[in-house]
């Protein structure tokens, strides 16, 4: 278990397990998950064999944007335990070898901050003002935004501010929520503060960090007005002022910098920019170790766009030599069982990209509930809680069908997530046969098919270890051949195709045989919507 062994830094080949720690488990009966819960998932965590968590924020925040909204980035939210419950966490994930990282939120706080509440106060000009970016507003009486920058979350990204003589004032900025207003990285506070945030933690013995809108947090000085295309969610954002500005560039070299007192600690930046040379600038040698590449998460189940989707990937690394990640979903998209097509279509889909992922070179981040086939629910409006569902005027129902909690044990909900029922977001009743322990009981469950599929990637250390030698896309079949002698086959056609001779190590669905007259002194053949891996 733990950090394979081989060259480079224990996060090269690393399986990061990422946990949505309000969805995770529950250990008080709240109905919201929190960080005892997730030390008491621990040994669940170990057997499945994974190598470090990213932990979504459980720092001190109103929960506008559950926890991206942060008040105090060196506390423990009360919702999800304590500084010593963190302790705990960490202290128990080491003794199993698995690291611990958390997410950074650089790019912005909750208007709950303390910072926030004095610039309010202070009034305009001052310097508590600048660390954010008010703005006076523009036509008569400044009713208008200083320009017309949208939020990702929709609507305005600019608020108007009521002055403290209660005049109408001031416009501040907030690429997300109104109550998630951006910091200015002009001002040399935010990075001293920053630093401290860093460090606090990093003294704590966490391993290091996820960097949240890590191609933020920059701004072009004069501000200049964004082209309003069709669809504004985090999508190309290659050409858009608001991201991916040049001084961003910097900020990333002064945090590389103070991970640098820490050799093992790792930085990973959520970095939604497609340009490869402008993406593989953020891994400079000085810059962030890893970046999130978001381009599987928006292939299509197709062998030709998923080819593309990798030979992408590799590319932008290759220009600074850096290491590949991969991931298949996260907090923010559908889940990938639904996006494939649902049912057990989209799951035996998600069960063969899985494979593909695990062959690939690189790191690799799994979310939770991925290695149970969790499908996104559709939730009742009412129980929606994404500020994206408001802030779109109900046009978006956002995140939230992502985010439901783990189902652990039982028939019914909580499944064994929490003790109440009222969890946080509802459970859908016929989770039954999707809970770990129901899973663990069937040898052929997708729990069961990740854990192998971990092991042999541990296990087989070229698995991971060995670059891409061969990529192709013929017919609907994906075949990617590595260094280490690995070839995964992926059926994304028509019909049952024939795998190359050798060793099956693992498939995503049981092989068709072949009928005994043949006398094939090949293995079966791999059915559609399938994956497999041959040696
Ligand atoms: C990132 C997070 C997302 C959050 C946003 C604002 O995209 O992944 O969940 O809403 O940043 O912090």
Redesign the pocket.
């Known amino acids: 278990m733990g950090a394979m062994t081989g060259p480079g830094p224990w996060w090269s080949r690393a399986v990061f397990y990422q946990v949505y720690p309000r969805s995770f488990r529950d250990s008080n009966g709240d109905g919201v998950g929190d960080l005892d819960g997730v030390t008491a998932g621990l040994d669940y965590l170990a057997d499945l064999g994974v190598d470090a968590l990213w932990l979504n924020p459980v720092t001190v925040s109103p929960m506008a944007?559950h926890g991206?909204d942060v008040a105090d980035p060196r506390d423990i939210d009360p919702l999800f335990g304590s500084l010593e419950a963190m302790d705990r966490l960490i202290a128990a994930a080491h003794e199993r070898g698995i690291r611990i990282t958390m997410d950074l939120?650089p790019?912005?706080t909750s208007s709950a901050h303390p910072w926030f509440g004095t610039a309010l106060a202070a009034g305009p000009g001052s310097q508590q003002r600048a660390r954010y970016h008010f703005r006076d507003g523009t036509g008569p009486d400044g009713l208008h935004p200083p320009n017309n920058w949208i939020s990702i979350f929709g609507g305005p990204a600019w608020t108007r501010i009521v002055e403290p003589d209660g005049t109408p004032g001031q416009w501040y900025l907030h690429l997300?929520d109104p109550e998630?207003p951006d910091l200015n990285w002009e001002n040399p506070e935010v990075f001293e503060d920053l630093e401290k945030t860093l460090r606090f933690w990093l003294d704590r013995g966490v391993d290091g960090f996820r960097i949240?809108?890590a191609h933020g947090m920059s701004k072009p000085p004069d501000l200049p007005d964004m082209q309003i295309a069709e669809n504004r969610l985090?999508a190309d954002m290659d050409s858009d002022p608001r991201f991916n500005h040049e001084g961003v560039h910097e900020i990333h070299r002064n945090i590389r910098a103070v991970l640098d007192d820490y050799p093992d600690a790792v930085a990973v930046g959520?970095v939604w920019v497609y340009d490869n040379a402008a993406f593989a600038a953020y891994l400079r040698p000085d810059e962030l170790h890893l970046g999130f590449n978001f381009r599987l998460v928006r292939a299509e189940f197709d062998a030709d766009e998923i080819r593309d989707a990798i030979e992408n990937s590799l590319a932008a690394v290759a220009l600074q030599n850096a290491t590949p990640t991969w991931t298949l979903s996260?907090?923010?998209v559908e889940r990938e069982v639904t996006r494939y097509g649902g049912g057990p279509l989209g799951l035996a889909r998600a069960r063969a990209m899985a494979l593909v992922m695990l062959a690939l070179p690189g790191v690799v981040f799994v979310y939770n509930g991925e290695e149970l086939g969790l499908p996104n629910v559709d939730l009742p409006d009412e129980v929606l809680q994404d500020p994206v569902w408001e802030r779109s005027l109900y046009t978006e129902r956002g995140?939230d069908g992502c985010r439901v909690p783990m189902p652990w044990s039982g028939d019914a909900p909580p499944f064994g997530f929490s003790t109440t029922a009222d969890t946080w977001l509802p459970m859908p009743a016929d989770w039954s046969s999707l809970t770990v322990e129901h899973e663990l009981a069937d040898p052929d469950s997708t729990l069961n098919f990740f854990r192998r599929a971990l092991a042999l990637r541990r296990e087989r250390t070229a698995v991971a270890v060995g670059p891409v030698t061969g990529l192709s896309a013929e017919g609907g079949v994906l075949t990617v051949h590595t260094g280490g002698g690995l070839t995964c086959v992926l059926n994304a056609g028509e019909r049952p195709v024939d795998l190359p001779a050798g060793e099956v190590l693992i498939t995503s669905a049981a092989l068709q045989e072949h009928s005994p007259s043949l006398r094939s002194p090949r293995p079966g053949r791999l059915p559609v919507d399938a994956a497999a891996w041959v040696v």
């Open positions: 944007d991206y939120v790019n912005h997300f998630q949240d809108v985090l959520e996260n907090h923010d995140r």
